[in-house]
């Protein structure tokens, strides 16, 4: 085989530029590294990675040797020649024998070749650190076999260096395993915002703000060659410009530089690719395919190789996802990328890229990227139109979020104009809780369909569609008759596949019932609707039996919604499962914690939260750990909330996060805290439809009375009028209940004790059916006076016993006394253990040899000292505390 002539400044080192920042830490790396066989810097251009370890080999490391590949060394017998080369200008009689092979008239085979290269590698006379750039260039798998083959059994005293722009194709995990591999990569090379400024400040000849500095180290991504590009367009600009204003992807200098390394060495198909990905934020194989078109003359390069480059650094993009299936262009290249694109296409062609996106985006259930590449294909009708074809997958309670990002994609004036686009807005300002404004909506929905043209069948749609919510508004407003004359108009115009919708108006129509008193009839109308449900059925009946859970709740009858709570299956084959959001833990819940079960309500709360956040079940687990003592445990969750729902945008649930916060507030104490939140709230119009487990109205109320001016009593007796008059004319009895409590303390607080005691016994009487007890105690210790002056008869003072009994233990959890572990004697632990494997008491008594009396009387002292008030929850707060395991 004849070789070309071999170009001896390959073996030179680059010289490291004057302005190089030295990177300490790195530099450490490198040379701590020496004890292992390999040492691998990859990262895509412009990171770096020659100036580092050049600049490292400037320092005293003993014999070095640098070789810079290219596409011609790739051969097996090109590379080791060129190695050989690279060992000798170190170590001019190294590889004497491998040399020869090259001389010979006839080349030997390659495994002979490989053989006698190791061996001699190995029988180097002093330690040699051969680096190996641009190793992306070589493109042969037998020059990598080799390569895996020397470093299985590395030479004694070889450390190889391997700077490409990827991770090389060698067997680097089992390197990895073996100890036997230093890696330095991307995140290592980037620079952080000091090593930025350092070459900033150079470039400028002064300081440069730090408010400036963030900005490029944000639109840089701490890529170094986008800093350098930075500096350069300062010294040109001069002193006084703004760094920032030279790096952007349209900039000469920025796309020069791109276009000399990256987009004129690929191949037409590859450029093409390059630009069309670029218009979007993200890309993946099956993506690159949709994109491709007719790029490149209709010769298209496969999504899967073209993403093969992508992820062997040829290109400056970066991973998206975990698999590495989804990379993502810096932000300087997809600028240049884009006005390229822009140059060469046109606007039709650029146009039609958008809708394969689009197009792309739809099928695999992208909405936001779909909307957004229409738009710019097509215009704002036809993204308009896509976005209401997706109706039914953005209705959902869980999608609003969704919807709302959808919407706010399109111009504002092509929503205002589109029956169909408003009837998506009214829906999500309905989920949002913006009552006033779904109201104006939907006014204007009733012009549209008024003035315009639309279909039959589409106006029947949508007008189906604002009476379910007509109907819905009704209800909140407490027009009975109204809401349910719109629902079942709804259901009249809605086919059977507008599910969310028929929902809607089947919950009213339940609702609208239970605000006439027929909580019968109401119940009744939500087993009718299950049984006649289609599918599926975390649309259709989930959301039914939610609403019945609500109707039970709101008639304060917990031992009802126990029941639905807990049954695997209700009317119609409707089951709670995996797709209920957490609603059914929520539920039991809720009646757990109302009648002071808190151990066994933290545990049905923590297992539904652990799969994921429900803002519901944090506030009401907030609600329980308070009442466990635990309130630093309960502000960190109230806290944690608070932030996601501040990430999610979700104003309205943020505002009932902050109430639950001054809840909690006044619980502990904490009266400015909630005095504060109470000065800030605005209560806006009162609608009284609560369903959820507390409300901010009566915080606020409870704020009021317990600021104690003659001002606040006053305004919380108006407010507190005005609710009980409303939520009784609503047959609201759970929230009727807390507000006559709040009525007895505040005539307490003004010294009126026969009105208190009144008052309350009203609640009383009306909470003790359904056996609510934290309803009575969360209000504070101020209520006691009252409770203990009722005269109730025999069939009551259980009842009353038990609130009283829960006032006593929670006055201990919120007097800050230990753990109940430490609380426990060992004699107590020695019975919760018995009680854990269900010994009765008879079996503990002969177990310990001692009377059935002494074993009552410690199991009584467990449940005090556990807050617990029966075996079962006695065991399971233990298992909680994990103090069976000391037991």
Not at 515 to 523: E, F, P, S
Not at 544 to 573: E, H, K, P
Not at 647 to 674: N, P, V
Not at 740 to 762: K, W
């Amino acid at each position: 085989m004849a070789f070309p002539p071999f170009l001896r400044s390959k073996l030179q080192r680059p010289r490291v530029v004057a302005d190089f920042v030295a990177r300490d830490e790195l530099q450490r790396r490198l040379e701590g590294a020496r004890t292992v066989p390999l040492t691998v810097v990859a990262a895509p251009l412009g990171y770096g990675k020659t100036s580092l370890v050049a600049h490292w080999l400037e320092g005293d490391v003993g014999r070095a040797a640098w070789l810079s590949l290219d596409a011609g060394d790739s051969e097996p017998q090109a590379f080791i020649r060129c190695l050989v080369a690279a060992v000798r200008s170190a170590l001019p009689e190294a590889c004497s024998e491998t040399l020869a092979c090259f001389a010979a008239d006839r080349l030997p085979p390659l495994a002979v070749i490989a053989t006698l290269l190791g061996n001699e590698l190995d029988d180097l006379a002093e330690p040699l650190l051969l680096v190996l750039d641009d190793l992306h260039c070589i493109d042969n798998r037998n020059t990598y076999r080799l390569l895996d083959r020397l470093l299985l059994r590395p030479p004694r005293n070889l450390h190889l260096v391997l700077i490409g722009r990827g991770d090389p194709p060698l067997s680097l995990g089992a390197l990895r395993v073996r100890g036997a591999l230093n890696e330095i990569g991307v995140r290592d090379l980037q620079f952080s915002r000091q090593q930025a400024a350092q070459i900033i400040e150079r470039a400028a000849g002064s300081e440069v703000g730090t408010a400036a500095m963030a900005r490029l180290h944000e639109r840089s991504g701490g890529w170094p060659a986008g800093v350098r590009l930075a500096a350069l367009t300062l010294q040109q600009r001069g002193a006084g410009a703004d760094p920032t204003a030279g790096l952007a992807g349209g900039m000469p200098m920025v796309g020069q530089y791109f276009l000399d390394t990256l987009l004129s060495p690929q191949p037409a198909t590859v450029r093409a690719l390059l630009l069309r990905t670029a218009l979007v934020d993200c890309f993946c194989a099956s993506l690159c395919d949709a994109l491709a078109g007719d790029a490149a003359g209709g010769q298209h390069l496969a999504g899967t190789d073209f993403m093969d480059i992508v992820r062997s650094g040829s290109v400056l993009a970066c991973p998206v996802d975990a698999a590495g299936e989804w990379y993502r262009h810096h932000p300087l290249l997809r600028e240049f990328l884009q006005c390229q694109l822009a140059a060469q296409l046109g606007v039709e062609a650029m146009q039609q890229v958008h809708l394969r996106a689009a197009a792309w985006f739809a099928d695999h259930g992208r909405l936001e990227e779909a909307v957004g590449h229409e738009l710019a294909g097509a215009g704002a009708a036809a993204a308009g139109h896509l976005l209401a074809g997706q109706r039914k997958s953005l209705l959902p309670h869980r999608q609003h979020l969704r919807l709302a990002r959808c919407l706010r994609l399109l111009p504002a004036d092509a929503v205002e104009a589109d029956p169909e686009l408003l009837s998506l807005k009214a829906w999500l300002l309905h989920r949002q809780g913006r009552l006033l404004e779904t109201a104006a909506v939907l006014d204007r929905i009733e012009v549209l369909l008024e003035r315009s043209g639309a279909q039959p069948q589409v106006a029947a749609l949508v007008r189906g569609r604002l009476l379910a919510l007509r109907g819905m508004q009704g209800y909140l407003d407490g027009s009975g008759e109204e809401a349910a004359h719109c629902a079942e108009q709804a259901l009249a115009c809605l086919p059977a596949d507008c599910i969310d919708e028929r929902v809607v108006a089947q919950s009213v129509i339940a609702g609208a019932r239970q605000l006439a008193g027929d909580l019968a009839g109401a119940r009744q109308s939500i087993d009718e609707a299950l049984a006649q449900a289609p599918g599926p059925i975390a649309r259709c009946q989930v959301p039914l039996l939610t609403a019945r859970c609500f109707i039970d709740w709101m008639a304060a009858d917990l031992s009802a919604l126990n029941l639905v709570a807990r049954q695997d299956q209700r009317v119609g084959g409707a089951p709670w499962g995996s797709d209920d959001c957490g609603l059914r833990a929520y539920f039991l819940g809720l009646v757990q914690y109302q009648r002071n079960e808190l151990a066994l309500a933290e545990q049905t709360l923590l297992s539904a939260l652990a799969a994921g956040q429900r803002t519901e079940l944090s506030f009401l687990l907030a609600a329980v750990c308070q009442a466990l003592g635990q309130a630093s445990r309960a502000n960190a969750i109230i806290d944690s909330v608070c932030e996601h729902l501040q990430q999610q945008d979700d104003l309205h649930a943020l505002q009932r996060a902050y109430a639950c916060r001054a809840e909690l507030g006044l619980r502990q104490g904490q009266l400015a805290l909630a005095s504060d939140w109470a000065s800030g709230f605005d209560p806006g119009p009162l609608h009284f439809a609560y369903h959820f487990s507390s409300a901010p109205h009566l915080t606020l109320a409870k704020v009021w009375i317990a600021e104690g001016s003659s001002e606040s009593r006053e305004q919380a007796a108006r407010l507190l009028q005005l609710l009980e008059r409303e939520l009784a004319a609503r047959h609201n009895i759970r929230f009727l209940i807390e507000v006559l409590a709040l009525q007895s303390l505040l005539q307490h607080g003004l010294g009126d004790e026969a009105a208190a005691v009144d008052l309350l016994g009203r609640a009383v009487a009306l909470a003790q059916p359904g056996g609510f007890v934290r309803l009575f105690v969360d209000l504070g210790q101020p209520l006691l006076s009252p409770l203990r002056r009722l005269k109730l008869d025999r069939s009551d003072s259980r009842y009353l016993g038990q609130i009283l009994a829960a006032f006593n233990d929670d006055w201990l959890a919120c007097s800050g006394r230990q753990e109940p572990r430490a609380d426990l004697t060992r004699r107590e632990l020695k019975i919760l253990k018995l009680l854990a494997v269900r010994l009765s008491n008879v079996e503990i008594s002969e177990e310990l040899c001692i009377s059935r009396a002494t074993v009552k009387r410690h199991t009584q002292n467990i449940y005090r000292k556990l807050r617990a008030s029966s075996r079962r929850e006695a065991v399971v707060r233990a298992r909680t505390l994990n103090i069976l395991l000391d037991a």
